[in-house]
Every structure is written in structure tokens, then in C-alpha cells.
């Protein structure tokens, strides 16, 4: 069935890096979700991607599609400790009605 | 309402209980979803409903398990003979229609004792 997968699992940085969390299908997708949830919250809604190659910003995040439409990855310049939390992919494939969530990148930043 | 209300928050039970779980959406959204989340894994989709129908019922793991959405607002989930397997956190999504953002609820906690 219908997977994606999300590297890496966990990330620590220093406040003021940057960091990225990459997703990948086997299956060509509809879309991508990108959501954030802190610890003992629920997922927030980021971002969705639905053309391929897309580019989409907000503040200091950068979102990419891949042009296959297979990839995805979320980019978080000069963390702040309030970026804490772990951030899933989400994507329906061509065609389908589930959105299947990533594990997860949990990222950690230290002050 | 103004968000997903899940209720209740936690749930606690004896195994082999049945037990109830609901979610009211954003009034408006036509899509719902159920998704539920063991400690450090991602969402697990359960089952989508487009107004009262449910369009993809495919992740719900066995015939202990049944959502209806009668009325295409509310939408109960239902689990009988219930295992300590079933514990997890329980989240309830909506959307205006399915190709949107979901909003989640902040989910009901169900223990299995």
C-alpha cells in the first residue's frame, strides 16, 4: 500500500542553524501536507503542495515539491527554540482518498 | 464551532468494553477523518467521510472498529471488545472538502486496562 517515508527521525541543532526534514514516495502523489505538532499537541496544518516543482515560503520556512512528484522536503532557516516539535508529511496518492502521514521528524533546538 | 471538539478528552476502560468516541467538526466541512497516533509514530489513517458516506473505511483494522457520520456533521467512533492493543490517541480531522488542509482536534486519549 501507500507509504511515505520521512528522514531523518530526529534532528538536534544549535538555535540559529537550519534544518530539513525530507519525504519520499514510491507512488506518484496528489499532494503533500506539511504539519506541525509540539509535544502533547495535535498536528497543526503548515502547508499543502500540489504542482509539481512547487516553491512555497512562510517566514523562515521553504517548502519544495519534486518535479516526479514523489519528494517533498520542508526547510527551516536559522532555528528558533519556538520551532521545536515534530513536523509530518502528509500525502494523498494520484487518484485516492487517504492521506497517509509521515513518522515524523521530531526536532529539537537548544538555546 | 470555532474548532474540532473531541469528546471526551481521555477515556479509560476494561478490555473487552465497547466504547464511544465523537468528534464535531468545523460546521461547514464536509470531509472528516480519523486518524489515530501511538506514542512517537505518525497519524494512522482510519477512515474518510465525504458527508455521510464513508468514502474509504480501508484503515480501520478490524470489524471491532465502525465510524458513522449520520447527519454529515458528528461523527462517532465505535469500538467493541475493546484490546489494551487499542490504546492510542484517537485524533478527529475536518476539512472544508478533501483536497484542503485538515484541522485536527486536540484528540481523546483511550486507555485499555
Known amino acids: 500500500g501507500q507509504q511515505v517515508m520521512q528522514i531523518p527521525q530526529y534532528q538536534h541543532v544549535q538555535e540559529g542553524e537550519d534544518f530539513t526534514t525530507y519525504c519520499n514516495s514510491s507512488?506518484?502523489?496528489?499532494?503533500i501536507q506539511w504539519y506541525k505538532q509540539r509535544p502533547g499537541g495535535h498536528p497543526v496544518f503548515l502547508i499543502q503542495?500540489?504542482?509539481?516543482?512547487e516553491v512555497k515560503k512562510q517566514k523562515r520556512l521553504t517548502f519544495q515539491f519534486g518535479e516526479a512528484k514523489k519528494n517533498s522536503s520542508l526547510h527551516i532557516t536559522a532555528t528558533q527554540t519556538t520551532d521545536v516539535g515534530t513536523y509530518f508529511c502528509?500525502?494523498?496518492?494520484?487518484?485516492?482518498?487517504?492521506?497517509?502521514f509521515g513518522a515524523g521528524t521530531r526536532l529539537f533546538v537548544k538555546a | 464551532g470555532a474548532g474540532v471538539s473531541q469528546t471526551p478528552s481521555n477515556k479509560v476502560t476494561e478490555k473487552g468494553k465497547y466504547v464511544e468516541l465523537r468528534c464535531d467538526p468545523i460546521?461547514?466541512?464536509?470531509?472528516l477523518y480519523w486518524y489515530r497516533q501511538s506514542l512517537g509514530q505518525g497519524p494512522e489513517f482510519l477512515i474518510y467521510f465525504q458527508g455521510t458516506g464513508a468514502a474509504d473505511d480501508s484503515g480501520l483494522p478490524n470489524d471491532r472498529f465502525f465510524a458513522v457520520r449520520p447527519e454529515g456533521s458528528v461523527s462517532t467512533l465505535k469500538i467493541q471488545r475493546t484490546e489494551r492493543g487499542d490504546s492510542a490517541v484517537y485524533l478527529c480531522?475536518?476539512?472544508?472538502?478533501?483536497?484542503?488542509?485538515?484541522?485536527f482536534g486536540s484528540g481523546t486519549r483511550l486507555t485499555v486496562v
Open positions: 502528509a500525502a494523498r496518492a494520484s487518484g485516492g482518498f487517504k492521506t497517509i
Open positions: 460546521s461547514g466541512h464536509t470531509a
Open positions: 507512488t506518484t502523489l496528489s499532494n
Open positions: 503542495l500540489v504542482k509539481s516543482g
Open positions: 480531522a475536518s476539512s472544508f472538502d478533501r483536497g484542503q488542509g485538515y484541522t
